[in-house]
């Protein structure tokens, strides 16, 4: 009989480990803040299927809010970056997910030195549908009367060399990259190209990025994609895709891009 209690024991013992090691493959085992970054002309509101699974897999959210239609790229950044001193200039582990232009704030915010000591918590960053080398859209409707109408920040995201996106550095921390590829038949014509409607798949990619995923959604339901939110987090966890991609290699290559990826 004491043997026996004894197995049962063991068993039941062995099963609590499994199941622990289990929950903390789904969740980060310290607790961690995410700093969750909307696009052009959206608000915190809009990111919240995200916010949700987000908190749901044990993370911190902190969702910005800023305003962009009729601003200035400047002064759209300064909201950003703002609120980034305000919640996060601790010693939290944080984690940065933008989605569309907020992919382009979270660099930009990156990119000044004066914020080099928040790249001290900085952990994981994911940029989703950001048009990282512009889109040809913009470039369509510049001189359009409607579409300037949206403002300074709307028309810096082409692909001239005085647009947001060329004008920012590559960024010197590994990303993970989610672009979509269901363009719903919208601006196929004008892009001429894989997309996810607004941002050309190829427009998403940078050359040192730590990892890349296409998903089968448009632009704007990147952001509700349960799929994209799963991949969000395992890279967050991870440093990776769930579907690891195989990334070449630059290093002693001129002008290297990679067309294939």
Known sequence: MNLFRALLISTVFLQMLSLTAQAGERQPSVAQ?????????????????????????????ISLDYDSLNRP???????????????????????????????????????????LRFALQRK????????????????????????????????????????????????NFPVGIIAGNNSWGVADNILGEPSDGVVPIRSTKLPNMADFIVIHTNHTMLR?????AEQTIYFLNHGQFDNPLIMPTCEAQKDCQFESL
């Open 33 to 61: 803040r995410v700093v969750l970054v909307h696009g052009l002309a959206l608000g915190s509101w809009s990111m919240w299927p995200l916010q949700s699974r987000l908190k749901s897999a044990g993370f911190e959210v």
């Open 73 to 115: 790229v400047g002064e759209v950044q300064q909201q950003v970056n703002q609120q980034i001193m305000q919640c996060c200039d601790d010693s939290v582990n944080t984690h940065y997910v933008g989605y569309s232009l907020g992919g382009l704030l979270i660099r930009g915010f990156f990119a000044d030195p004066e914020h």
């Open 124 to 171: 994981q960053v994911v940029m989703i549908g950001t048009p990282n080398n512009g889109t040809q859209v913009v470039d369509t409707f510049a001189k359009d009367t409607w579409f300037q109408w949206l403002g300074d920040t709307t028309l810096s995201l082409g692909t001239g060399s005085d647009s947001l996106p060329m004008g920012l550095p590559l960024p």
């Open 224 to 228: 509700y994609n349960r799929r994209v």
